[in-house]
């Protein structure tokens, strides 16, 4: 009897652990990190990364990456059920004289309401009759939580998409700024911004709320959302630190939202960057490839500030407050090749299912570009 007991208790334990990983991934507001939602990702890309590998071309590689995310929420949901028949086993056996097999029957069948196996006692319908209840409340999560997923991810991928536009594929600065001086907007750069505030914004709420958005790519195998918004800030911040034209606070309010975030999002993912960085601390940008891009945007005939010191000493006190999470993000989704973000992301290791949450090595053995 003693055994038994303890066999409905375990499963009662199992069951609330499964219902909380759903109900903490799915309806929680803001999203929280859950252990089995990261084992069924982790495991998933195990299996995907490899596959990738195997192709030479970046095009067929991406195209294999694209599916990991969409795959691992399929998995998730096949696990979640799975994990619900499994906790209802011992509560079976523990209430009727069915062997383990037996239970299992009647789990599954309670669960996918087929009806393939009756419950043998009123103790065993009550336990059947709210289990076919969670099977219909995690297929109605289901129904709820894909269309929101992919709402978010069009929204996302709007706006990259028309970067792609001005700033080319991988999008840089040096395109961007050089193709809208090219047209006669350098001076509507203030009117750029505010859309691309909101963008952040949006991004933050969606991507800490619906974690698993920050794994899925974009259509174009060299386009990324984390490169983008890289992209976006370094533009931004070139142009309040070196552009010889009048300061535009839409920008630094861009900024702002911006840096808050992609540390947001990095600290969802178990990164702490820096919440008050020094203007003075080091960035992975180096004065050297600083001085390059203001060469190429010479050549494409903006206006540069004469007191390049100045201009790296502002550029440097922006970028500072975004670097460390942008390069965490770009190793955690395994960004496509893109200046100034992707191109040195070495530091920072992609999580492991040893190892679940993203983390960086010791300052010392960091590449020599730091």
């Keep these: 009897m003693l055994v038994r007991a303890l066999a409905f208790v375990a499963g009662l334990v199992l069951l609330q652990a499964v219902l909380r990983s759903a109900v903490r991934t799915v309806v929680v507001p803001r999203g929280e990190s859950v252990l089995l939602a990261r084992i069924v990702f982790l495991g998933v890309r195990s299996f995907y990364t490899p596959l990738a590998g195997r192709h030479r071309d970046a095009e067929r590689r991406h195209a294999v990456l694209a599916r990991f995310a969409p795959m691992s929420l399929g998995v998730l949901a096949f696990v979640w059920a799975a994990a619900v028949i499994l906790a209802f086993v011992p509560m079976y056996w ?54 929101t997923i992919y709402g978010h991810f069009s929204r996302r991928e709007e706006e990259v998409l028309k970067f792609e536009v001005r700033a080319g594929s991988p999008p840089t600065p040096t395109t961007y700024l050089t193709r ?128 390049r010191e100045q201009a790296w000493r502002d550029f440097a006190g922006w970028r500072v407050n975004y670097d460390e999470a942008l390069l965490a ?34 300052p010392l053995d960091a590449p020599a570009s730091w």
């Design 329 to 362: 993000l770009c190793s955690l989704s395994g960004a496509p090749f893109a200046r100034w973000s992707s191109d040195r992301c070495e530091r920072f290791h992609r999580p492991t299912v040893r190892h679940p949450r993203t983390w960086r090595v010791d």
């Design 94 to 147: 523990a209430v009727t004289d069915l062997d383990v097999l037996g239970a299992l029957k009647l789990s599954g069948s309670s669960l996918t309401t087929l009806g393939f196996a009756a419950p043998p006692d009123a103790a065993a319908t009550v336990l059947s009759v709210g289990e076919a209840l969670l099977g219909l409340g995690v297929i109605a999560l289901l129904i709820a939580y894909l269309p």
């Design 180 to 307: 809208l001086h090219a047209i006669g907007w350098t001076s509507r750069l203030g009117e750029i911004w505010e859309p691309w505030e909101t963008w952040f914004e949006e991004v933050q709420e969606s991507h800490t709320s619906q974690p698993s958005l920050a794994l899925f790519r974009s259509q174009a195998a060299t386009n990324s959302w984390i490169t983008t918004a890289g992209a976006v800030l370094d533009t931004a911040a070139l142009s309040e630190a070196a552009i010889d034209l009048p300061s535009e606070p839409q920008a630094a309010l861009t900024l702002r939202a911006g840096f808050l975030s992609l540390r947001a999002i990095a600290e969802f993912y178990g990164l702490r960057p820096n919440p008050d960085p020094a203007p003075s601390d080091p960035i992975s940008v180096s004065r050297a490839e600083f001085d390059q891009v203001l060469d190429e945007l010479e050549r494409g005939g903006l206006p540069v500030k004469a007191d």
